[in-house]
C-alpha cells in the first residue's frame, strides 16, 4: 500500500533563506560568463554573507514549461546558531538546461537582476 504524497502542498522549508544583495554595506555581484564549450554558461555570484558559518548555494527554481527568464535564488543556511561576522562567499552554476528563452534572473530577498543571454 502506498501513501500519496502530494509535494506541491507541503510546507516551504525554513532552514534556506534568501539572502540580502547587500550585507554590510557591500552589494553582492552577478555576472554570466560563457563556458569552455560552445553555448554554454556559468553564473558567478560574490558577496558578503552576515553568518560566518553560512552554506551559501544559488538554487534554481523548477518549472513545468521554460520560462523568458529562469529564476535562481541566492539562499544560505546555518546549522545551528549564526556566528555573527562576515564572511565572503563566491558560488558558481553552469547554466546548462536551466536557462529562459531570454535568459535568467538572479534573485535575492532586496532584489533581483536579470541577465539575457
Known amino acids: ?5 502530494d509535494f506541491e502542498k507541503a510546507p516551504p522549508a525554513t532552514s534556506w533563506k534568501l539572502l540580502p544583495r547587500t550585507v554590510d554595506g557591500v552589494k553582492a555581484k552577478a555576472e554570466v560568463r560563457p563556458a569552455f564549450v560552445p553555448d554554454t554558461y556559468i553564473l558567478i555570484v560574490s558577496g558578503k554573507k552576515p ?4 552554506t551559501v548555494r544559488l538554487s534554481p527554481m523548477t518549472y513545468i514549461r521554460q520560462p523568458e527568464y529562469w529564476e535562481i ?4 543556511s546555518v546549522p545551528g546558531i549564526c556566528l ?3 564572511g565572503d562567499y563566491h558560488e558558481t552554476l553552469p547554466l546548462d538546461g536551466i536557462r529562459g528563452t531570454k ?3 538572479v534573485k ?6 536579470k541577465f539575457d543571454i
Open 51 to 54: 553568518c560566518l558559518n553560512m
Open 108 to 113: 535575492w530577498a532586496d532584489s533581483s537582476e
Open 73 to 76: 535564488q541566492v539562499i544560505g
Open 1 to 5: 500500500m502506498s501513501v500519496a504524497y
Open 103 to 105: 535568459g535568467i534572473v
Open 84 to 86: 555573527p561576522a562576515i
